[in-house]
T-cell receptor
Framework: ETGVTQTPRHLVMGMTNKKSLKCEQH?????MYWYKQSAKKPLELMFV???????ENNSVPSRFSPECPNSSHLFLHLHTLQPEDSALYLC????????????????FGPGTRLTVL | GQNIDQPTEMTATEGAIVQINCTYQ??????LFWYQQHAGEAPTFLSY??LDGLEEKGRFSSFLSRSKGYSYLLLKELQMKDSASYLC??????????WGAGTKLIIKP
């Protein structure tokens, strides 16, 4: 595997389900991101992990819970979602500088298309 | 507040030239990125500008004016495969990317 991979590619879930999205990067980067992409809207940054520490949480509802067990893996745990959470969820990684943040271009995974019924 | 503006949609003809504009307002500035995103696929990096001027990379060029808060992406010799959305993103003082909503480019034969 190369680059950034995400599983599953498509997910349909009910509002009472619990599911997890997985992201893995094979680029040796030290920062990873979760984004939400809705039609005709800008990418919304949800979470940033730098050197496995969460450095950004942009007021995301608690029904989204990230986990970064190591610098190569990132998870997004989902529970009791709402229909408006239906979107494309993108994972990205980058190589940060001494501050561990996004100094360079971000490499994106193919995304998980999430539908909440 | 922080904001990125770019046109929602543009149409151009195969073989022609198209310029996609982007204006930005950010708290601090650490560069301007352009990404390409084909339908159903991941965004892929096209260019990065941090100094004023034009950066050329094959058929694609990107321009930046920091004083005007303005950038454009220039695509030459358009091909059908260039049909995609083009995302503009500015890096703020915390190196966080502020994203535009994207410009959908439609190429007609």
């Amino acid at each position: 595997e190369t680059g950034v991979t995400q599983t599953p590619r498509h997910l349909v879930m009910g509002m009472t389900n619990k599911k997890s999205l997985k992201c893995e990067q094979h680029l040796g980067h030290n920062a990873m991101y979760w984004y939400k992409q809705s039609a005709k809207k800008p990418l919304e940054l949800m979470f940033v992990y730098s050197l496995e520490e969460r450095v950004e949480n942009n007021s995301v509802p608690s029904r989204f819970s990230p986990e970064c067990p190591n610098s190569s893996h990132l998870f997004l745990h989902l529970h009791t979602l709402q229909p408006e959470d239906s979107a494309l969820y993108l994972c990205a990684s980058s190589q940060g500088g001494s501050g561990g943040y996004a100094y360079n271009e971000q490499f994106f995974g193919p995304g998980t298309r999430l539908t909440v019924l | 507040g922080q904001n990125i503006d770019q046109p929602t949609e543009m149409t151009a003809t195969e073989g022609a030239i198209v310029q996609i504009n982007c204006t930005y307002q950010t708290s601090g500035f650490n560069g301007l990125f352009w990404y390409q995103q084909h339908a159903g696929e991941a965004p892929t990096f096209l260019s990065y500008n941090v100094l004023d001027g034009l950066e050329e990379k094959g058929r694609f060029s990107s321009f930046l004016s920091r004083s005007k808060g303005y950038s454009y992406l220039l695509l030459k010799e358009l091909q059908m495969k260039d049909s995609a959305s083009y995302l503009c993103a500015a890096s703020d003082s915390n190196y966080q990317l502020i994203w535009g909503a994207g410009t959908k480019l439609i190429i007609k034969p």
